[in-house]
């Protein structure tokens, strides 16, 4: 991915009721896009010149350079596994085994991952991550951590900061995390494995 502003595959109202078009807006157009300006003022003179997300993630000592591109990196796949109208509900192919394999069944899969996501202390991410061998992890990450900092391949994240959701549930993390499952396009986040 290189490090400019993602253009949405929808408009900000099309989320709605799960998410606002007022969350939308101010999501992508002003936080976003604040990261992505922030990158861009840190990267001259930094070595990361011309370099992908992916690779400042893996290689950036913890810092602006690399709290910036995460912020970025973690924003795009956030952002790309949402459809108004999912073309799946549920995991498909290869991932739907892994995930019963894993956690026993979707629906385990789903408890755990809520769990983890309303549970984690502060500002963050909550991953499912694959290892090279192709077993999965759910992965609580603090600020603009990521699952390739870790070596590991990021599938699906819920982001967990309050700008996330407080224009629309306030202080009640757990009911945006239970509305996020049904936006969610498992067509996109099944290609990711
Ligand atoms: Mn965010």
Redesign the pocket.
Known sequence: MDTRLIELPYGYGALEPVLSAETLAL?HGK?LNTYVNNLAAAIPGSGFEGKSLEEIVAAAPKGPVFNNAGQILN?NFYFLQFAPAPKAKEPVGKLAEAIDRTFGSFDAFKKEFSAKAAGLFGSGWVWLAATKDGSLEILQCQNADNPIAAGLTPILTF?V?E??YYVDYRNRRPEYISALWNILDWEVISGRF
């Open positions: 999501h936080h924003h982001d900061w700008h996330a």
